[in-house]
């Protein structure tokens, strides 16, 4: 069965490190999305792209964050410096319709500490 | 206020019980509801997908969507441990990304 592949799955850093996470999606989904979930919280959106377009980065700290999908298919999400609050999952989601309509698949997640 | 409200829980049940969660919503234009189940970490994965209000019903789960309320519901008859894990409702509106509820854990004891 297909899946959404994420790398590394745990990753611990100090403050003000740079941290990259990648995303491999579901073949065929041009939708990706990029959520971050804090403990005992829900998901919520970092960056929507469709192919290779940005669709949605309204909620990314655009100062710290950045992510791009440059052909389109894997996704890399990058946190430049890292800092004590970003500790969170972040989670790589695809589908194969864009927005609500679509069924979102999820990657297992990676878990960033910050120390 | 967040969009999507959901009691975190823990809501603890013995096995067998009859098990109802709940979300309310703020945003009208909300047409698509669902609920994913994320056991501990783990990503989410689907559950239910409803489109607009009325039930559904897939084994021992079922959906309901109230849009007059804003209020989505989902029940699960006799729950079993395997069940024990996080519910998030998660709803949207055409090609926006989906707004997650904080998650619902549930603990069913055997």
């Known amino acids: 069965e297909a899946e959404v592949a994420q790398s590394p799955r745990y990753k611990i850093t100090e403050k003000s490190q740079a941290v990259a996470f990648w995303c491999d999606p579901i073949?065929?989904?041009?939708?990706l999305y990029w959520y971050r979930q804090i403990l005992g919280q829900g998901p919520e959106l970092l960056v929507q792209f469709q192919d290779e377009s940005v669709v949605d980065d309204s909620q990314l700290p655009k100062d710290r964050f950045s992510a791009e999908r440059l052909k389109g298919v894997d996704s890399t999400l990058k946190i430049q410096p890292a800092e004590l609050g970003d500790s969170a999952m972040y989670l790589c989601?695809?589908?194969?319709?864009?927005?609500?309509?679509?069924?979102?698949?999820f990657g297992e997640g990676s878990r960033l500490t910050v120390l | 206020q967040k969009e999507v409200e959901q009691d975190p829980g823990p809501l603890s049940v013995p096995e067998g019980a009859i098990v109802s969660l709940n979300c309310t919503y703020s945003?009208?234009?909300?047409?698509?509801f669902m609920w994913y189940r994320q056991y501990s970490r783990k990503g989410p994965e689907l559950l239910m997908y409803?489109?607009?209000?009325g039930n559904k019903e897939d084994g021992r789960f079922t959906a309901q969507v109230d849009k007059s309320s804003k209020y989505i519901s989902l029940f699960i008859r006799d729950s079993q441990p395997s069940d024990s894990a996080t519910y998030l409702c998660a709803m949207g509106t055409g090609r926006r990304a989906l707004t997650f509820g904080s998650g619902t854990r549930l603990q069913v004891q055997p």
């Open positions: 073949s065929g989904h041009a939708t």
């Open positions: 989601a695809s589908s194969s319709i864009q927005g609500a309509t679509g069924e979102l698949f």
């Open positions: 945003n009208s234009a909300f047409q698509y």
């Open positions: 409803t489109y607009s209000s």
